[in-house]
């Protein structure tokens, strides 16, 4: 059994998971908040927190938990491999972003849009933390995105 190959397809699987449902939540999220429908953004705003909970932590926490154990196990040098290092700090760049910024937020719109009845007016506060939710979310999986080239490629 070849353990590097297993776990670079945990790797993989990993990635898979975490950059599939940060590109589709975000999707999802801009297509419901065009309806203007306080009940679909509500269901949507949830369903957002809780697959970032689930798939996003989740394949993060196998990307990277994949990629340090093959590493480790196979005494990879992080600091003399320019694309290990480099996937890394964007992973990680990444990870920031969700930690003090996509997460709080989504967190207070979640708590908000439980509330949300076919009749409410969504507040101008829901709507200014909407925006800076876009912003954030469309860096964070561009960062990942670079990092997928870099452990393709492998440029020296």
């Known amino acids: 059994m070849n353990t590097y190959l297993i776990l670079k397809s945990l790797h993989i699987i990993g990635a898979v998971l975490f950059l599939g449902n940060i590109i589709v939540t975000g999707w999802w999220k801009v297509m419901a908040n065009r309806t203007q429908n306080p009940l679909i953004i509500g269901f949507a705003q949830r369903q957002v927190t809780l697959t970032d909970f689930v798939f996003t932590a989740g394949g993060a926490t196998l990307l990277f938990s994949a990629a340090m154990a093959n590493i480790g196990i196979h005494q990879m040098s992080i600091m003399d ?33 439980k509330h949300f009845t076919a009749d409410t007016i969504i507040s101008d506060a829901y ?14 999986p561009i960062l990942p995105l670079f990092s997928v080239v870099l452990m393709v490629l492998k440029p020296s």
């Open 127 to 140: 709507w200014k933390r909407e925006t800076i939710w876009i912003v954030a979310g469309i860096t964070a």
């Open 81 to 113: 491999t320019a694309w290990i290092l480099w996937g890394l700090v964007l992973f990680s760049i990444s990870g920031a972003i969700w930690v003090e910024i996509l997460i709080p937020i989504q967190i207070k719109q979640a708590k908000e849009a």
